[in-house]
């Protein structure tokens, strides 16, 4: 054994050359400072420290695994002790640094102990870690300690805490602790857009580091071509850096299916989160959460609630989740069952059931609680918001001033998503106040995009704003109380019905039955307004068109004036047969209570909040 270990230790440097360096040169195989240099060195000082009784045991321990018998160490605690097994050295006398107590701090971090948390990182960086009486590493401390304060969204105490660190950072040229801590002075000097992201990047900077100024400017109200540019930086630190890592890289995608979801681009955001959901596992990071959060958002939004809670409820999301992860996850459990009940009106199932048992909201981050000019970052969504009760109240004067805030506001920060929304709220009140043909254009200016189905709410209330749109600008703008020609008005009519048609499609799949039922409605009347707008071009054309020489094409034209009213009153019959429907569904689906499914879910929620309590600290 003891030729073996020497032999081994001959292809290891005994020494590092004069500047430090793992040298490799002569008959030397394996580089000193390698993982596998240092696991050769561990073995030929483990084997030289054993006593004589120890060397018996791992010769005998040797052979048994030769011969295909039980060999193990099988220690006791006393055989490390006393010089029983190991000839004990100055070294092994001293209190060496110990990883349970960073140990009990993270898993103290996933169950929501804060006090145990902060105690146990103390007791980690309170341990010797050099011989030295100073260890070097209380800024290491106070960076953790500002890392958590943040994480909890209290930024005055990480901003601190962060300043502390910088300070006995730069007293001990630890230049890579200042550049970290410099990161997380987080309080924004002033609540301008773009205030709050740097110009430059300095060396050394870690991607992650970079990457998280962009949820920065997100929440402070910057626009998206400032977290874009911030977004390349990061790449382009992770590609100057030799340590990038692979929760770098994932992360970077995941920031990228945020961003072009904000921008209104679907297909690449999906094409984002694909990527993140294929090559990440349960339990890796934010970035997988963050990613089936968003899937399950886009498919809530397309009406499809059951995909919605089969991705969500999927043990491989909530694997693994911290405290933190679980109120975000449970949040959207429950709002992909609210908005779904919301849509289709029932008032009873969200009274009695889903307000009760809604998830307490996270604590509001100090820099929005306390400054009530720090700008939201969906102030565009509050705006429209306000702008759907005003119009719904028939304030059609004061949503206005609230649906132009929203169009600034998406278009200064590149949120084309709420922009298009904006655009159809001024369509329709530009409805209310004559401008009719003013609100189609600037409808038909975002149609293609409205088109492409990628929110089809939006798409399903722009076709049926656009619709209302062509029916007003067809009567007589010079005097709007003068009927326009019943040519003209039976083509406004046609042009509007397919637009009709989609928005009837989109609220069937979505669910909404109340505003399905408005377009059903005027489906109808649009339908009988053509058919009297047949027969009065034929009555019309019976006084001006009829001559000997015309009479046999009146015939025909006629007859085919007339099939054409038949079928438009046949279709306006249909439509108010499909209303009686649609109404039944509606008056029942909206006095429908939880079901042992819905129950089952919640149950589920809760019970992943209490195994996650259960945590160890």
Same mark, same amino acid.
């Given at each position: 054994m003891s030729q073996f270990f020497a032999d081994v230790i001959a292809f290891v440097p005994e020494r590092d050359d004069e500047a430090g360096r793992s040298v490799l040169a002569g008959n030397y195989a394996v580089e000193r400072r390698s993982y596998f240099g240092l696991f050769i060195r561990r073995c030929y000082l483990s084997f030289f420290k054993l006593s004589w009784r120890g060397s018996i045991k791992l010769l005998a321990d040797y052979k048994n695994w030769v011969e295909g018998k039980d060999a193990g160490y099988n220690l006791r605690p006393t055989d490390r002790d006393g010089g029983l097994l190991l000839v004990p050295t100055i070294s092994d006398e001293q209190n060496q640094a110990q990883m349970d107590p960073y140990e009990r701090y993270e898993n103290a971090v996933k169950i929501g102990d804060i006090h145990s948390a902060i105690e146990n990182l103390r007791r980690f960086f309170d341990q010797q870690f050099s011989l030295t009486d100073e260890s070097g590493l209380t800024q290491h401390a106070l960076l953790n300690l500002a890392r958590l304060h =943040? &994480?909890? #969204? %209290?930024?005055?105490?990480a901003g601190s805490a962060a300043e502390e660190a910088l300070k006995l950072a730069r007293n001990a040229n630890d230049a890579?602790?200042?550049l970290h801590c410099n990161k997380h002075r987080l309080i924004p000097a002033s609540s301008s857009p773009g205030s709050n992201i740097s110009a430059t990047v300095k060396p050394n900077t870690a991607p992650l580091e970079v990457l998280f100024e962009v949820a920065k400017g997100i929440v402070t109200g910057d626009s998206l071509r400032a977290a874009f540019r911030k977004l390349y930086q990061s790449i382009g630190c992770g590609d100057a850096s030799y340590a990038d890592s692979t929760e770098a890289?994932?992360?970077r995608h995941a920031v990228q299916a945020t961003l072009w979801t904000y921008a209104g681009v679907e297909s690449l955001a999906q094409t984002h989160e694909n990527i993140v959901i294929t090559f990440t596992e349960a339990g890796d990071d934010d970035s997988r959460l963050n990613a089936l959060r968003a899937k399950a958002r886009r498919m809530v939004r397309q009406g499809?609630? #059951?995909? !919605?809670l089969m991705v969500l409820m999927d043990?491989?999301?909530?694997? #693994?989740?911290t405290l933190r992860q679980y109120g975000l996850w449970s949040s959207d459990v429950w709002k992909a069952l609210f908005e779904t009940a919301k849509r289709r009106r029932q008032e009873s199932l969200i009274s009695d059931v889903l307000i009760p048992r809604r998830p307490p909201h996270p604590p509001l981050p100090q820099a929005l609680a306390h400054r009530m000019d720090f700008p939201h970052k969906h102030n565009e969504v509050v705006a429209e918001k306000i702008a759907r009760r005003l119009m719904d109240d028939k304030e059609y004067a004061q949503a206005l001033t609230h649906i132009l805030d929203a169009l600034w506001s998406s278009e200064y920060r590149g949120t084309w998503t709420y922009h298009r929304l904006a655009v159809v709220q001024l369509a329709e009140v530009s409805i209310e106040f004559g401008m009719a043909a003013r609100g189609r254009r600037i409808i038909e200016g975002c149609l293609p995009q409205i088109l492409n189905g990628d929110d089809i709410e939006i798409? !399903?209330?722009?076709?049926h704003t656009l619709a209302r749109c062509?029916? !007003? %600008?067809?009567? &007589?703008?010079?005097?709007p109380r003068a009927k326009p020609p019943p040519a003209k008005q039976v083509a406004a009519l046609e042009e509007a019905i397919p637009f009709l048609q989609v928005a009837d499609t989109d609220y069937n799949q979505i669910g909404v039955y109340t505003e399905r039922l408005h377009v059903i409605y005027t489906l109808s009347v649009v339908y009988h307004n053509i058919a009297l707008g047949v027969q009065a071009m034929v009555a019309e054309g019976e006084e001006t068109m009829v001559t000997p020489d015309t009479s046999v094409e009146w015939a025909a034209d006629r007859a085919a004036f007339e099939a054409k009213a038949k079928q438009m009153t046949n279709e306006r019959d249909?439509?108010?047969?499909? =209303? +009686? %429907?649609?109404?039944? +569904?509606?008056? %029942?689906?909206?006095s429908m209570g939880a079901d042992e499914e819905l129950k089952a879910v919640l149950d589920t929620v809760v019970k992943v909040g209490a195994a996650i309590n259960r945590v160890p600290p």
């Amino acid at each position: 054994m003891s030729q073996f270990f020497a032999d081994v230790i001959a292809f290891v440097p005994e020494r590092d050359d004069e500047a430090g360096r793992s040298v490799l040169a002569g008959n030397y195989a394996v580089e000193r400072r390698s993982y596998f240099g240092l696991f050769i060195r561990r073995c030929y000082l483990s084997f030289f420290k054993l006593s004589w009784r120890g060397s018996i045991k791992l010769l005998a321990d040797y052979k048994n695994w030769v011969e295909g018998k039980d060999a193990g160490y099988n220690l006791r605690p006393t055989d490390r002790d006393g010089g029983l097994l190991l000839v004990p050295t100055i070294s092994d006398e001293q209190n060496q640094a110990q990883m349970d107590p960073y140990e009990r701090y993270e898993n103290a971090v996933k169950i929501g102990d804060i006090h145990s948390a902060i105690e146990n990182l103390r007791r980690f960086f309170d341990q010797q870690f050099s011989l030295t009486d100073e260890s070097g590493l209380t800024q290491h401390a106070l960076l953790n300690l500002a890392r958590l304060h =943040y &994480s909890l #969204g %209290e930024f005055q105490a990480a901003g601190s805490a962060a300043e502390e660190a910088l300070k006995l950072a730069r007293n001990a040229n630890d230049a890579l602790t200042a550049l970290h801590c410099n990161k997380h002075r987080l309080i924004p000097a002033s609540s301008s857009p773009g205030s709050n992201i740097s110009a430059t990047v300095k060396p050394n900077t870690a991607p992650l580091e970079v990457l998280f100024e962009v949820a920065k400017g997100i929440v402070t109200g910057d626009s998206l071509r400032a977290a874009f540019r911030k977004l390349y930086q990061s790449i382009g630190c992770g590609d100057a850096s030799y340590a990038d890592s692979t929760e770098a890289k994932w992360a970077r995608h995941a920031v990228q299916a945020t961003l072009w979801t904000y921008a209104g681009v679907e297909s690449l955001a999906q094409t984002h989160e694909n990527i993140v959901i294929t090559f990440t596992e349960a339990g890796d990071d934010d970035s997988r959460l963050n990613a089936l959060r968003a899937k399950a958002r886009r498919m809530v939004r397309q009406g499809n609630c #059951g995909g !919605a809670l089969m991705v969500l409820m999927d043990p491989e999301t909530w694997r #693994g989740l911290t405290l933190r992860q679980y109120g975000l996850w449970s949040s959207d459990v429950w709002k992909a069952l609210f908005e779904t009940a919301k849509r289709r009106r029932q008032e009873s199932l969200i009274s009695d059931v889903l307000i009760p048992r809604r998830p307490p909201h996270p604590p509001l981050p100090q820099a929005l609680a306390h400054r009530m000019d720090f700008p939201h970052k969906h102030n565009e969504v509050v705006a429209e918001k306000i702008a759907r009760r005003l119009m719904d109240d028939k304030e059609y004067a004061q949503a206005l001033t609230h649906i132009l805030d929203a169009l600034w506001s998406s278009e200064y920060r590149g949120t084309w998503t709420y922009h298009r929304l904006a655009v159809v709220q001024l369509a329709e009140v530009s409805i209310e106040f004559g401008m009719a043909a003013r609100g189609r254009r600037i409808i038909e200016g975002c149609l293609p995009q409205i088109l492409n189905g990628d929110d089809i709410e939006i798409r !399903a209330y722009a076709c049926h704003t656009l619709a209302r749109c062509i029916i !007003a %600008e067809s009567w &007589s703008q010079d005097d709007p109380r003068a009927k326009p020609p019943p040519a003209k008005q039976v083509a406004a009519l046609e042009e509007a019905i397919p637009f009709l048609q989609v928005a009837d499609t989109d609220y069937n799949q979505i669910g909404v039955y109340t505003e399905r039922l408005h377009v059903i409605y005027t489906l109808s009347v649009v339908y009988h307004n053509i058919a009297l707008g047949v027969q009065a071009m034929v009555a019309e054309g019976e006084e001006t068109m009829v001559t000997p020489d015309t009479s046999v094409e009146w015939a025909a034209d006629r007859a085919a004036f007339e099939a054409k009213a038949k079928q438009m009153t046949n279709e306006r019959d249909r439509m108010a047969e499909m =209303y +009686m %429907e649609v109404d039944k +569904m509606r008056k %029942e689906v909206s006095s429908m209570g939880a079901d042992e499914e819905l129950k089952a879910v919640l149950d589920t929620v809760v019970k992943v909040g209490a195994a996650i309590n259960r945590v160890p600290p």
